[in-house]
């Protein structure tokens, strides 16, 4: 066996562990997002413009799972998400603001319990390190609301070869209308 190969999966199936001993949190199962107060921003705006919300309007506007991800950069449970099976046309928007981050025909089944994506939609994502896990990771979140979506990875399919997996209560999706 190559042990290379046997090097990444190891390190891959630690790193999965990780993140869910860090994040799992004792409650049921996980259930469709639900925002409080619904935003009524553009979901493709000509320019992205951000902005703020202070956390009691988060708190007011986001369900308790969903402001634990979003604004307090946690992790839900891998598996848990509806949006992991979700393969008809459209597009998956922030749960926070309501922008488009990325296109369906960019999803793809990565096997890590995320939904898995290989392509942003251009200009709506941002990055940052994360040291949580003492390894660095690139975090990325919504460049209009700053809400934490998940982290990217360098083990996604061509032609990016990158995986953006998401947290699937900080999307919503949007299907297409001939979907």
Not at 10 to 32: D, E
Not at 60 to 88: C, H, I, M, Q, W
Not at 123 to 144: N, S
Request: include cysteine; charge should be neutral.
């Amino acid at each position: 066996m190559n042990s290379k190969l046997t090097r990444r999966a190891l390190l891959a199936g630690g790193v999965i562990a990780a993140t869910t001993l860090y994040s799992v949190r004792q409650q049921g199962p996980h259930k469709a997002f639900a925002m409080k107060k619904e935003l009524q921003l553009d979901p493709h705006p000509e320019t992205v413009e951000p902005f703020e919300l202070d956390d009691v309007e988060w708190q007011a506007r986001l369900d308790e799972e969903a402001y634990y991800v979003l604004r307090k950069e946690g992790t839900e449970r891998p598996f848990t998400s509806p949006l992991n099976d979700e393969k008809r046309s459209g597009e998956f928007a922030c749960a926070g603001c309501n922008l488009v981050l990325f296109e369906s025909d960019k999803k793809y089944e990565s096997g890590t319990g995320w939904p898995s994506f290989w392509q942003p939609v251009e200009g709506r994502v941002g990055t940052k390190k994360d040291f949580k896990l003492l390894l660095p990771r690139t975090e990325y979140h919504c460049a209009r609301c700053g809400g934490h979506q998940g982290h990217v990875f360098k083990d996604g399919p061509q032609p990016t070869g990158l995986r953006y997996c998401n947290n699937g209560v900080a999307l919503k999706f949007i299907p297409a209308e001939d979907a």
